[in-house]
Structure formats: structure tokens, C-alpha cells
Nanobody
Framework: VQLVESGGGLAQPGGSLRLSCAAS????????MNWYRQVPGKERELVAA????????LYADSVKDRFTISRDNSKNTVYLQMDSLKPEDTAVYYC??????????WGQGTQVTVSS
């Protein structure tokens, strides 16, 4: 199993970024995909999750109405569209999936920095 994130970088407050996570090594379309983020000294927090059926997604209150999670099962890829970015969105963002109660996988993470 491999999860490879891309699309992080520097954005100004109010700006946008789109993260991608390319997945391989498992039946992508059958599993929930998640985006987490972490800042130094704090626990990793769930940002958004998307199920394997249309419209089945959830968001942290802190990003609701600003971030949109989506997936393209034909490309084995999950996306996180981040709009109206705030400095407090600065973090390392991780792609994640859990295949069973004892089997979960993380990407390497991509840095998102929101600063003027």
C-alpha cells in the first residue's frame, strides 16, 4: 500500500490550494479515505473524510464550508480543495486509510503554509 500526497506549498490568507493523494496497492474504491493535519506539539487531527458512496463525506468544524474532499476512483486519487485559507490552517497534511482494525496507512505528508 502506498499513499503519495502532493500539492502543498505556500498560500496567502484567503487563497486556495488543492492537495492530491495518489493511492496504490489496495482496492481504492472500497475504502474510506481521510485527510489529517498536524502542527508541531499537537495531536494529528481529522480534517475531512470521504466514503465510497457519493455524498458521503464529513468535515472538521474548523474547515467546514471552506474545504472540499473528493475522490476519483478511476484514478485512485483523493483530493482536498482548500479555499479561504487561514494562517491557522498551516500544518502538515496527511492522507490516510484504514483497511482493517489492525491495518492503517499514512502518506508521507505535505506541508501547507498560509502566510502573507
Amino acid at each position: 500500500v502506498q499513499l503519495v500526497e502532493s500539492g502543498g506549498g505556500l498560500a496567502q490568507p484567503g487563497g486556495s490550494l488543492r492537495l492530491s493523494c495518489a493511492a496504490s496497492g489496495f482496492s481504492f474504491g472500497n475504502y474510506v479515505m481521510n485527510w489529517y493535519r498536524q502542527v508541531p506539539g499537537k495531536e494529528r487531527e481529522l480534517v475531512a473524510a470521504i466514503g465510497n458512496s457519493p455524498g458521503n463525506s464529513l468535515y472538521a468544524d474548523s474547515v467546514k464550508d471552506r474545504f472540499t474532499i473528493s475522490r476519483d476512483n478511476s484514478k485512485n486519487t483523493v483530493y482536498l480543495q482548500m479555499d479561504s485559507l487561514k494562517p491557522e490552517d498551516t500544518a502538515v497534511y496527511y492522507c490516510h486509510t484504514r483497511l482493517s482494525s489492525w491495518s492503517e496507512y499514512w502518506g508521507q505528508g505535505t506541508q501547507v503554509t498560509v502566510s502573507s
